[in-house]
């Protein structure tokens, strides 16, 4: 155990505490900390995964200028020269920062402090623009700060949960698993699910509302007025500590009936309302589909409305509570990483600037907000932005418009990318790469969901010449002349700092308070959950006495009109497309893309389609369909789900052009921004989807990353285990296939390979050095795939003979996939799970547990495996659908 380190999981924001140690030429091995607040010794299947990302394949390992291998001084000089003469000759607001959510604090308060502090510009924002600035809003509107005040334990505590436009059991699994334990344990508690898909959280509700997407508002606003009707309103509670209440229910009985408003059926939604209205104990939890909405910001208002008014908020299991995804969304809000923010939890009024101008020693601190993500990059675009910096973020794939993206991108003067991968879509467009040191090497502090700081300690030693984000930003702040500023050698100098000014003049009018942990061990540093204004003092529940942060010491209720999302269908547009996560993916896929084991519960981009429209648009499961909207086009793979509402289609956030020809959704989404907060309607854009035709299917497995393919060639590529997974598929076969293929993977070694025209079926294999190091099969439907010893190319030391067989052979090749990877910890296949329930007679997740050890790792598979079960029972299944895998 003595190397054993104490960390924090990279991933989501629930923010695990794991250990992990270190074995030889980086690998690791990731164990929960049983001693973590969050986890308690928990993880899912993207934290158990972590040691498959850790290689140093496709990382960025030194400085590149203009494509050229560059030294630190030189990258650094050009990065420092062109922001110096970008500001000289056009002002401080001519360069803007791109940062991120995934930045630990220190180096997201460094990066905000030479921005707002001494450049002198607010035009930084960060990623959590897209992710929870409706909940920052939302927050600040009601409470007068960005406070969450609730805390995990609630989840446990409650008798009644609501979660809304929250995939829990997929996106903060182990807070799902914390559920399911609590219901396990207190079979009374309630689970409300508000979601228009019945999604692997849904399914396990007591009570799934699958309303008509954006109509929150109107559900909620039905809520308040059927509370005020019932008189279930804590009288005490709002007429000591809130304003407004009266107003937002004339406001909400205004309304229409909600059951029409939200396209569901009135009987469930007035159980919805009995249950809220009868349970003291109710905590409401949302995520993305709450804030990623042009009204995101009145819904986040909506929902804590019905707290205040019920009184339902700083008490053990009764609350509102937002789910940021980030690992440091919340530590992004601390520093003031958005452009309407200032450290501390500061906002930009003038005493406040006063402040840090003394604080920091500078005389330009920002005085006014700065542009938004979605104006930002459209300033990049217009030539007002002369020089831009990305950190740690994506935005070429996740930006909305991301077309628009790229174009600005692509005609900014100077873009300075800051990633620890050499080649993402975004690094594709920057002059200077700057590489960046990332989880495992890098050290410092993240503050997850409900206020708790935990340290990421470096395990791993720099690889190459990759630095900690917040070394390089002070080596450009020390060139730009304010190297006195940033004297920091080490992430704990900058914690100090960062906890002296949460202290700084704070008379307890800022809830953003560290002052406690000024002078702590910082290498020793255990979670802790601020405020902590005093050592050893934590919070863990604020607001259940009042306290609120405007300067009346009172919340606010805001009155609400409910809005539509901002583009409709139309005759042309006749589908809504929604996106959002897969259960294995993270974002886009820089490093669960790497992982075999996270690669094969959905290893290719597909889009969920509700039977009666695919009827409708004559579409079939696993055909290829394209979707375009107004703004462009996307490819992917078409799967069949009444879990879907019919005219709305489910699309994944993941996929881009690293690992498929056309599948960035974000390409498809117009910038519809809420007005309070910015942040982009990203589930909600109209779009028409049709079946693209297809003459060839193909699997490719390859030791190494094959070429691209021509443009007429559709493909995807997934992580194997020791190959890469490359389906594809055309219109026109290949006029020489054996040709094409030694284009695509390189000439060498000997070729074995079989072809029939006439049946369209072809297969070939290299050997190099008697080693299978390219397998590729192609076939009109692709539906004799042999995955399974396929699957183990990597590891096999010779072609077995039975492939070898099968390849040369014109018979053929038996299908013998396991399905559809379900269980990704122990590899087990639909085909293995529908068998045993068929076969074996396994009716409990127990029994398939026992038989196939599927779900017994990390959990994250229950959900599916229980729908699996029911489904098989309900109709016996003797083929198994879907064939490409
Ligand atoms: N596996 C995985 N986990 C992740 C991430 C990841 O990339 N992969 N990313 C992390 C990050 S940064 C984030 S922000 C979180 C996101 O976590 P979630 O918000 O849980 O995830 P999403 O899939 O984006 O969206 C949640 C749900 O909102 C629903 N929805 C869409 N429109 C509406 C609507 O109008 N009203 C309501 N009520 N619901 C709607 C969608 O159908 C979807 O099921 O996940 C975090 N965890
Ligand atoms: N359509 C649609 N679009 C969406 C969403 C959606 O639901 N639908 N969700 C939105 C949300 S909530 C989010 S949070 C965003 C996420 O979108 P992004 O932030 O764009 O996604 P990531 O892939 O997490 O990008 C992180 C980058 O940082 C790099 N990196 C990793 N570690 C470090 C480090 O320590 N330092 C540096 N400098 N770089 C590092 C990674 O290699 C990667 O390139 O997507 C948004 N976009
Ligand atoms: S729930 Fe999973 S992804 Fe999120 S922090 Fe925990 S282990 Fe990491
Ligand atoms: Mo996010």
Known sequence: MTDTVRTTCPYCGVGCGLLVTPGGERTVTVAGDPDHPANRGRLCVKGAALPETMGLEGRLLHPVVDGRRASWEDALDRVADGFRAAIRAHGPDAVAFYVSGQLLTEDYYVVNKLAKGFIGTANIDTNSRLCMSSSVAGHSRAFGSDTVPGCYEDLELADLIVLVGSN????????????????????????????????????????HLPLRPGSDVALFNGLLAFLAGRGVVDRDF????????????????????????????PALVTRFYEWFASTPR????????????????????AIINCHLATGRIGWPGAGPLSLPGQPNAMGGREVGGLAGTLAAHMDFTDDNVDRLRRFWGSPSVAARPGLKAVDLFQAVRNGRIKALWIMATNPAVSLCDSGLVREALGTCPLVVVSDAMEATDSTAFGHVLLPALTWAEK?????????????????????????????????????????AAFPYRSAADIFREHCRLSGFENDGGRDFDLRGLTGVDYDGLVPVQWPVSAPGQETRRLFGNGGFFHPDGRARFVALRARPPRAAVSADWPLLLNTGRIRDQWHTMTRTGLSPRLSAHSPEPCITVHPADAAAFGLSDGAMARIESPLGGIVMTVVLDDAQRVGEVFAPMHWNDRFASAATVDRLIACHTDPVSGQPELKAAPVRISALPVAWRGLLLSRSTPGTPDPGVVWSRSAGRGHVVTRLCGERPAADWLEWLRALCGPDGDWLHYEDRRQGIFRAARLLDGRPDVVFFVSPRGDAWALDWLGDLGRAGDLPPEGRAALLAGGVVRNNARGPVVCACHHVGRTAILDAVARQGASSLDDIGRLLGAGTGCGSCRPELRRLMAGARAAPVTAVPGTHD
Request: hydrophobic share 45%; proline share 5%; charged share 20%.
């Open 168 to 207: 829990t059991a997929w996106c903060h699994p182990v807070l799902f698993q914390r559920i399911e334990a609590a219901r396990a344990a207190r079979p009374a508690m309630r689970l409300v699910v508000i979601d228009p898909r019945r999604t692997a959280t849904a399914q396990e509700a007591d009570l």
């Open 238 to 265: 709002v007429g000591r500590h809130t304003h407004g209440f009266a107003a937002a229910v004339a406001a909400a009985a205004r309304a229409a009936a909600p059951a029409d408003a939200c396209d569901l059926d």
């Open 282 to 301: 109710t905590i409401t939890v949302y995520s993305q589909g709450v804030n990623q909405s042009s009204s995101g910001t009145d819904k986040v208002n």
């Open 443 to 483: 050290d410092g502090t993240v503050t997850n969901s409900e206020r708790v700081i935990s340290r990421q300690r470096r395990v791993l030693p720099a690889p190459g010449e990759a630095r900690a984000d917040w070394w390089i930003v002070s080596q450009v702040a020390a060139r730009l002349g304010f190297g």
